[in-house]
Each structure stands twice: as structure tokens, then as C-alpha cells.
């Protein structure tokens, strides 16, 4: 079965760099989910999107931006970056919000 | 504000044995739901047992079942015959009834199987 797709599954970058992360949900999963887990912490809520709009916005730095496209894939974009940024970074999809969300493999941002 | 509780930051359990890892939850909305995750060291969350608020009976999957008290809120995950590939970090989550359901995670519990 087709899962969540993430890419790039490493990156590291230089502080103050700009990077973006890409997802692919499952097929016909119209719902994108962003997490955000910190080295020893719980994953913690960015950003979602439903249907090409965003439906909520939780602890995002004013720095990151995210947007479905119309192919339902999303991009997580981060600029400016900081040490405290370097993070696994998860997207899951869900098939609609009521259902379980599907969690991509993650990409493990290092900031240096 | 809803909050979810695991006061388990580590267990060990021996191989084949069952062990129940603690979650309790907080919120004040009737309708929610509550996830079990896993994550092994190489690092993917893995999505292993569900239960809907509504739901009468404990959600069973394979070797994860769930023992949802509701009055007492809280939604225990047992592991029965513990397999070595069980040693992770184990996510209780609570879906927030809000414009996107997010998912509320607690600070997770590390498992350890002994062989």
C-alpha cells in the first residue's frame, strides 16, 4: 500500500539558510497534516491543510510558510533557519480529519 | 485545554510478557478520539490502535488492545507476548475536536523487552 511520502529525508544547513521540505500523502488523502519533534520531545502541531486551505495553524514560527499544492502535495518552507529549528519534521495525511493520520517517514533537519 | 498525561518516561518488560503502558487524557469535549503511536529508533511513527469516545467496546488490533476507562479518562495500551522488536517509544494522542483535528500528544514512554 502507498504511504506518505516524505523528501528530503536528511538535510543540514547552515544557520540563516533556507530550506524546504516536500510531502506527498496517500492518494486521495485530501488532509495534510505538519509536525515538528524536537530531539526528547513529543511531535508538536505546525500547520494543516484541507482541501488546498490551510484549516489551522499551531506554534509555526513566523519564519516558516506552508502551502498545498493542487496535486495535494505539500511544501513546508523555512527561512532564516536557527540551531533550536534542527528537528524531525513529520507530515501525515488523512483520508478526512475525522479518520487516523498517517505519518510520513519524517525528514531530520540538522541546523548547523 | 486538552492535555494528555503519560507518567511512564521508561519500562521494561521480559520477552513474551504483557505490559500495559499508562495514558490519561484531559478535555472537556464529548466527541474526541485517542491513538496509540509507535516509534521505533530509526525514527517513523507508526500508527498501531484507535478509540472513539463513542465507542462501547476496547479497540483490539492483533497484539495492541486498549483499555479505554472513560469515566476515569484514561486509555492504557497492552501489549500482550512481548516481542523484542516491541523496544520503542510509545505516543498516546488525542484528536482535538477543533477546525483541523489535530493530534495532542503526550511526552511518550520508552519500552524495553528483555530477552
Known amino acids: 500500500a502507498a504511504g506518505v511520502i516524505q523528501s528530503p529525508r536528511h538535510l543540514i544547513k547552515e544557520k540563516r539558510e533556507t530550506a524546504t521540505l516536500k510531502c506527498y500523502p496517500i492518494?486521495?488523502?485530501?488532509?495534510v497534516y505538519w509536525y515538528q519533534q524536537g530531539p526528547g520531545q513529543d511531535p508538536q502541531f505546525l500547520i494543516s491543510f484541507y482541501e488546498k486551505m490551510q484549516s489551522d495553524k499551531g506554534s509555526i514560527p513566523d519564519r516558516f510558510s506552508a502551502q498545498q499544492f493542487s496535486d495535494y502535495h505539500s511544501e513546508l518552507n523555512m527561512s532564516s533557519l536557527e540551531l533550536g529549528d534542527s528537528a524531525l519534521y513529520f507530515c501525515?495525511?488523512?483520508?478526512?480529519?475525522?479518520?487516523?493520520?498517517?505519518f510520513g517517514p519524517g525528514t531530520r533537519l540538522t541546523v548547523l | 485545554a486538552q492535555k494528555i498525561t503519560q507518567t511512564q518516561p521508561g519500562m521494561f518488560v521480559q520477552e513474551k510478557e504483557a505490559v500495559t503502558l499508562d495514558c490519561t487524557y484531559d478535555?472537556?469535549?464529548?466527541?474526541?478520539?485517542l491513538f496509540w503511536y509507535k516509534q521505533p529508533s530509526s525514527g517513523e511513527m507508526i500508527f498501531l490502535i484507535y478509540?472513539?469516545?463513542?465507542?462501547?467496546q476496547n479497540a483490539t488490533e492483533g497484539r495492541y488492545s486498549l483499555n479505554f476507562q472513560k469515566a476515569r479518562k484514561s486509555a492504557n495500551l497492552v501489549i500482550s507476548a512481548s516481542q523484542l522488536g516491541d523496544s520503542a517509544m510509545y505516543f498516546c494522542a488525542m484528536r482535538e475536536m477543533d477546525s483541523s483535528y489535530k493530534l495532542i500528544f503526550g511526552s511518550g514512554t520508552r519500552l524495553l523487552v528483555r530477552p
Open positions: 492518494p486521495r488523502h485530501d488532509t
Open positions: 478535555t472537556s469535549d464529548q466527541s474526541y478520539g
Open positions: 478509540q472513539g469516545s463513542y465507542d462501547e
Open positions: 501525515a495525511s488523512s483520508p478526512d480529519s475525522y479518520n487516523e493520520q498517517f
